[in-house]
């Protein structure tokens, strides 16, 4: 392994270690030295990886999309159709097994900090483009296989990730109540009739 390598390694070591300290003490409680404290090393030599706290959270959001990525892509490589890979991606949202591949504490530290610190925001704003991004792709495959002509898969896929995040702060604040995972269900059925609704009949 080159000297890049252990570098990239040491890195993500210290980027699951900023997860897991901000995860049970919030991103104020997530200083170099608790950081250094999770890893067993000396605060110093976090400053060798990143020059700043500020440069470790930006970072922090990277490593936040890689975490639902995983839960994510690893089924989705074993799927032969579009509809079932689309059906996949809200389920996998829609009943907060993605989002919940990421701590609370650490998603919406990252989304407060961002109100305030542009480059927390450029960062922040990652995971969006990343998620239109994936939805977007799968909306398109899915319009293919399925005949449909009429689609604006990058305006649905703003309009289907704002119903995610709206269910994904409602748990935030009252939990996870049978009411929400109603409300869930019912997205799911919108989604899914508005697309029919799209399909052309047959001639």
């Known amino acids: 392994?080159?000297?890049k390598d252990k570098s990239e390694e040491r890195r993500k070591e210290i980027l699951e270690a900023c997860y897991q300290v901000v995860a049970r003490k919030g991103l104020e409680g997530a200083t170099?030295?608790?950081?250094g404290k999770e890893m067993g090393v000396a605060p110093s030599l976090l400053m060798h990886y990143f020059a700043s706290k500020e440069e470790l959270i930006q970072s922090l959001?990277?490593?936040m999309i890689q975490k639902m990525d995983f839960t994510f892509l690893e089924r989705m490589r074993h799927i032969p159709t579009a509809r079932e890979r689309l059906d996949l991606f809200l389920e996998k949202n829609l009943s907060f097994e993605l989002p919940d591949a990421v701590d609370n504490k650490v998603y919406y530290g990252a989304?407060?900090?961002?109100?305030?610190?542009?480059?927390?925001?450029q960062s922040f704003r990652r995971v969006y483009d990343h998620d239109r991004a994936v939805l977007s792709?799968?909306?398109t495959d899915y319009a293919a296989e399925a005949g449909i002509r009429d689609l604006s898969p990058d305006l649905q896929a703003i309009q289907i990730i704002a119903l995610f995040e709206g269910l994904y702060l409602y748990k935030v604040v009252y939990g996870d109540t049978r009411e929400l995972r109603d409300?869930?269900?019912?997205?799911r059925q919108i989604i899914w009739r508005n697309l029919q609704a799209a399909v052309p009949a047959p001639k």
């Open 183 to 187: 409300a869930a269900d019912g997205v």
């Open 61 to 63: 959001v990277d490593f």
């Open 137 to 139: 792709r799968l909306l």
């Open 32 to 35: 170099l030295k608790s950081i």
């Open 111 to 121: 989304f407060y900090l961002s109100i305030g610190d542009e480059r927390v925001r």
């Open 1 to 3: 392994m080159g000297r």
